[in-house]
């Protein structure tokens, strides 16, 4: 074991951004744990992909389990993982609320709190997430309430996990993306996506993935929100 080599967690890491943050990860020398519920076994011997829904602890559990026990440390934890249900307000049902806070929430909870635990022993670690520009920005015709209302929340515990952790060698980060060219927009809704952004486009995988790579080498930045949303945060 190498136990030098850096390691990341990477959620949601199956398909469009958390598939292009392994990837890029990997291209920097990280070795990689990497989870979503579909994700298949890697040829890579550096890719350990473990399958199971984050908002499971026990799925949690199971990703740090094997960060330490075949790589020998955590450097960095990516909360790739999230849903979006866009629907009104008055007709979110009780399912959409409970799987939005169990995806959104539970899955960032269990498996932070578990990865800062290795961390703070290391003395050392990086925890990036990733939210959404809709917190800081709601739009006029995307209903956005059950995104803001756990998004939010780890926008607001982004922050208060960077002060906490400030003098223990953690550093805690997240991206707010705009909308994105991911597999789950149809490309017929493309141009109408493209218009939410004053930039005129939507966002690329690698536009997010080079924002988390930058907040990864940036050792001075910590409790810092990232708008990568074409200005859709600083106003229409």
């Known amino acids: 074991m190498n136990s030098t080599q850096k390691v990341a967690i990477i959620t949601g890491a199956s398909q469009g951004i958390g598939a292009g943050l392994v990837k890029a990860f ?36 199971r990703l740090v389990k094997e960060a330490m026990s075949r790589f020998g440390r955590i450097d960095t934890l990516i909360n790739n993982a999230g849903i979006f249900v866009a629907k009104p307000f008055t007709e979110y049902t009780t399912g959409d609320y409970i799987k939005a806070l169990s995806v959104n929430l539970d899955g960032f909870f269990h498996v932070t709190q578990l990865a800062i635990a290795m961390m703070e ?31 939010g929340g780890i926008a607001a515990a982004t922050r208060s996990l960077a002060i906490e952790y400030a003098k223990r060698g953690v ?20 141009a109408a996506l493209a218009a939410l952004h004053p930039v005129g486009r939507m966002g690329d995988i690698c536009d997010i993935v080079d924002a988390v790579v930058y907040l990864e080498s940036a050792g001075f930045v910590t409790g810092e929100i990232l708008h990568v949303d074409g200005g859709q945060s600083a106003g229409h």
Do not use: C, F, W
């Open 26 to 61: 990997r291209n920097r020398d990280y070795r990689i744990i990497a989870n979503s519920r579909s994700i298949q076994p890697s040829s890579d011997p550096d890719v350990v992909a473990i399958a199971g829904d984050i908002a499971d602890r026990a799925v949690a559990e």
């Open 121 to 151: 022993k290391q003395g050392s670690g990086h925890v990036v997430n990733i939210t959404t520009s809709l917190v800081d920005h709601a739009i006029d015709g995307v209903p956005s309430v059950l995104a803001s209302l756990t998004k």
């Open 171 to 190: 550093r805690v980060n997240a991206v707010a993306p705009g909308v994105i060219k991911t597999p789950m927009h149809a490309p017929e809704t493309h």
